[in-house]
């Protein structure tokens, strides 16, 4: 039986290396696409030119965006394999044209202490990465 399509990480201008790098590594532990150490051969990772060129080759009902600006819970979208799960900049997040544009499709991981920004971006590639291998998981 051949494997389903892989889940896709899309990070958006990502500023700090070593959560490139911890991603990449979940990436190849879990069959991840990304859009050097010994796990590098096992990761998949595709380059585009801009954002804009990414996004106008997809098809946006396979897109699912994580901002700290919605309510909406990482766990309440249905994802499927070959979905693309689209991060932002460290610093500042997706920018606000995206999430604008694709509110419908932009998620949250909540957090209880209103005084804490947003949880690393690996950290969230991870739980949401693993909800969605989850949901693929029970079918």
Known sequence: MPSPAPFHIVLVEPEIPPNTGSISRLCGATDTVRAGLDYWKFVDIR???????FLAAQDELRLHFFTTKVDRAYTEPH???GDYL???????GLPEEIIDLYRERCATIPMSNPNIRSINLGMAAAVVL??????????
């Open 130 to 139: 693993y909800e969605a291998i989850r949901q693929r998981d029970l079918g």
């Open 86 to 92: 689209v991060f932002g900049r460290e610093t500042k």
């Open 47 to 53: 380059y585009w030119e801009s954002f804009d060129e």
């Open 79 to 81: 994802y499927q394999p």
